[in-house]
């Protein structure tokens, strides 16, 4: 099949943690042996050739100037909860732009082989778009929601019609958690289109140390022999839940002795977190090491005694649709103790692959991360479990076999 999809989110060059997932979905359709086309917005930052991983990418040049190149690429929204303003003028560029390449792509590529759909990543903003080109191009239309895209009309009531419109007009939509599928009802998402696909990990990138690797990180992390290594990893955002995992430090520290926390990710709150850690007395235990690159990040889950993902609702509604720290700790063999919202429950089993504990309580989250950090023999057989499910399911290549399904269904069992 020939595949055109539409994005407003990518790494804006090979290991950036902006959006990994889409390129992992791409390039895990494309190794099947289908050419996809990415049409995306251009960013001062992106840095990719033409054709990466088997995906052909087709950026599209909106913004006059770097002030407004604020569509997409996780600089939409003001800690992930309200629409930063400059976004709305930089709409009004972007999506006519959007628009007309999405129209010239579909149109020149059809003067040879044509498309067989068109496949939109979030509903908002880029559903519209897609839903206009398919209808003119009379091609199938595919929609995924991944998360703020369900959250920013929940909470803008004016956004509604145009998300009813979008998923009314899309042949199959899919939703990476079942909660994500739920309120995209809600929304006028026909439930007989909606289909569940969790995200994957690569577990030949993401496994288990050897003890010497594990502690040569750990040297170079600067920790003394033994001492507890705490992950975190995320954007600095409200619905991540990091003051909640700072405030149940204390305890932590109280309870089995010093520990490191580890927070690894950049965001709008970095200094309200930092100054929370120095309240709470644990800023000697805390290093916020900002973003790490993707090549870096599997060292770090290796080198790691446990992967905390506070994950939760935050104070305008907005959560995580399923992290991809989750999965990507679970291929490493970790031990995790997350929040039980969204789609974590889907991949954690508590007590099988991982803990989980309610959201917003540092309580109970410090009780989990105690008794991990006093049982070892529980952690290892978490992590394995959690390991083996990654390596039987939930990984990119069986992702991508779904959405090949979903692909099938929409064009007629075409292949």
Not at 94 to 109: F, H, K, M, N, W
Not at 111 to 118: E, S, T
Not at 342 to 370: F, H, M, N, R, Y
Request: net charge positive; hydrophobic share 45%.
């Amino acid at each position: 099949m020939k595949i055109c999809m539409v994005t407003s989110s990518y790494p804006k060059y090979p290991g950036e943690v902006t959006a990994p997932f889409i390129e992992e979905i791409a390039a895990g359709v494309a190794a099947l042996g289908h050419e996809v086309h990415l049409l995306l917005p251009h960013h001062p930052d992106l840095r990719r050739d033409a054709v990466e991983r088997g995906v052909h990418l087709h950026p599209y040049h909106y913004a006059p100037c770097r002030a407004l190149a604020v569509w997409g690429y996780a600089e939409s929204l003001a800690a992930d909860v309200e629409v930063r303003g400059r976004t709305y003028l930089a709409a009004l560029l972007a999506l006519p732009t959007g628009l007309l390449a999405l129209l010239r792509l579909t149109r020149r590529e059809r003067q040879g082989h044509p498309f067989d759909l068109i496949h939109a990543h979030w509903v908002i903003p880029n559903g519209p778009t897609a839903a206009l080109a398919a209808g003119r191009r009379a091609l199938p239309l595919v929609v995924s929601l991944h998360g703020s895209d369900v959250y920013l009309p929940e909470r803008k009531p004016w956004l509604r019609p145009v998300v009813r419109w979008t998923l009314r007009r899309a042949s199959a939509i899919t939703a990476c958690s079942a909660d994500l599928a739920r309120r995209a009802q809600a929304l006028g998402a026909p439930a007989g289109r909606l289909t569940v696909i969790p995200y994957g990990a690569d577990p030949q990138t993401f496994h288990p140390a050897d003890p010497a690797e594990r502690e040569r990180t750990r040297a170079e992390l600067g920790l003394a022999p033994g001492e507890p290594l705490l992950l975190a990893v995320g954007r600095l955002v409200r619905k991540k839940g990091f003051d909640i995992l700072l405030r149940a430090l204390p305890r932590v520290v109280q309870e089995v002795g010093p520990v490191h926390l580890l927070i690894a990710g950049r965001g709008d709150l970095r200094e309200e977190l930092s100054s929370l850690a120095g309240r709470l007395g644990v800023q000697n235990y805390v290093n916020f090491v900002g973003a790490v690159e993707r090549d870096r990040l599997p060292a770090l889950f290796r080198s790691c005694d446990l992967l905390a993902v506070p994950s939760m609702h935050d104070e305008r509604g907005n959560v995580d649709g399923l992290p991809n720290v989750v999965l990507e700790g679970m291929a490493s063999g970790v031990a995790i103790v997350a929040s039980d919202v969204a789609g974590i429950p889907q991949v954690i089993s508590s007590g099988e692959t991982g803990l989980l504990v309610p959201e917003k309580d540092p309580e109970a989250l410090a009780a989990a991360i105690v008794r991990l950090l006093r049982e070892p023999e529980l952690r290892a057989r978490l992590g394995q479990e959690a390991r083996r499910r990654v390596e039987e399911r939930l990984n990119w290549p069986a992702v991508a076999r779904q959405f090949e399904q979903v692909y099938m269904q929409v064009t007629g069992g075409k292949r």
